[in-house]
């Protein structure tokens, strides 16, 4: 009697806790479609005036007379970003390797704390220091090998700052990701007769490979919505950037910059909120195809 009595608590105990997380889940899932709900109805006055083509595919922007075309502002987003990942995608993964396959564990007890502290670093520091060094950099030494003038601020500074915040959590995703790979398959790589390099290129990196576009996705989803540190350096002009060292004004800067002022202007309020809107669906639609990338990947290795 006992023992069933303890049975039917067991059972009571698990399916309450599947209900729970079940729920949390669900949960989970909804808060994104409130927020994307929330955006679109407090952008909706805006698009009653405009059509969303107009909006996306117009440059000018001028609040005072009605005039809103964010095309520019999803540019520099895009160029920023692109930037940012050109830049970064190979140094992480080339110290990911290093760190985890070569380095001797001295040299990880010291790089491993830097990780850390880079990545806990706000980016209101990393903003400081990319006026300081960077801008002046490419103002000075850079630029003038290239065009004719170039004021530093531009989506090439907001990349590189954008690449150096991103890295410490590209660096730390792959470092788990290659030292989840089996020592065996490794050893039996080196065991055929492979030297060290090449276990780590057709074994290591191609175990890793969906991993590793997981980790992609992350700092790319981390990336677009960077504000304070791109609103720094980027130059905040409304222009599409025709080249790394033209100005940018990425979609996180507009709102930050401007959100809470002038908000008399008609519109300009629902304007902002679409900027949003913009952004969640533009990282929505990134984080849904490097799914089905991923999906498709696993399964080619799966076979």
Known sequence: MIFGTHTKYRVFKDSLARRIMLGLTVFSLLLAVIVGLSLYFKSSSILHE??????LSGSSWRPFKGEFGFYPFIMGTLWVTAISIFIALPLCIL?????SEYAHPYIKKIVFPLIDILAGIPPVVYGVWGILVVV???SEKLAPHFVEFSSGYSVLAGGIVLAIMIMPLIISILIEIFAAIP???RDASLSLGATNWQTVKFVVLRKSLPGIVAAIVLAVSRAFGETIAVLMVCGNMSAVPKSVFDSGYPLPALIANNYGEMMSLPLYDSALMLAALILFVIILIFNAASRIILTRIERRFAL
């Not at 405009?50 to 909006?55: G, N, R, V, Y």
């Open 50 to 55: 405009h059509s969303l083509w107009s909006l």
């Open 95 to 99: 110290t990911s390797i290093f760190l």
């Open 136 to 138: 002046p950099f490419i």
């Open 183 to 185: 020592k065996e398959l």
